[in-house]
């Protein structure tokens, strides 16, 4: 099955020292919907930074942001599937991205009326 590919912008404000509230999380999206194809949206951001938050905290990583692009395919269900991490990055934040990106939850891209398996690129600051 081929894999269609979008992008999606996201921003996660994270302070790996200092939870912030789900109202005090900054992130955005873009939509991009057409005839004939629109692609996987997150549901569940906030769940997400949190998690992320938590585990950088219990794992005392530096509390340096790094904003980097998270390439994520999701399958036809919008189920994430498999993640790259384009740019350079600490083997201890890997490895939160790694244990928290599974756990976001898409609404499934669409070909033509048809779900469709879809690559999205993520920008997040960890």
């Not at 005090?24 to 949190?50: C, D, H, R, W």
């Not at 890997?94 to 879809?118: D, S, Y």
């Amino acid at each position: 099955m081929k894999a269609y590919i979008a992008t999606v912008v996201l921003l996660f404000s994270i302070t790996i020292f200092q939870a912030q509230p789900h109202n005090g999380v900054m992130y955005t999206q873009t939509s991009m919907q057409t005839s004939s194809f629109s692609k996987p949206y997150a549901l569940n951001i906030p769940e997400v930074n949190e998690g992320i938050l938590k585990e950088g905290k219990q794992k005392n990583i530096s509390t340096a942001l790094q904003e980097v692009s998270v390439c994520i395919l999701v399958d036809e269900d919008g189920n994430y599937q498999f993640h790259q991490v384009k740019e350079s990055l600490s083997s201890e934040k890997r490895i939160v991205l790694k244990n928290q990106l599974p756990e976001l939850i898409f609404t499934p891209a669409r070909l033509r009326g048809e779900n469709v398996e879809a690559w999205v690129t993520i920008k997040v600051k960890v």
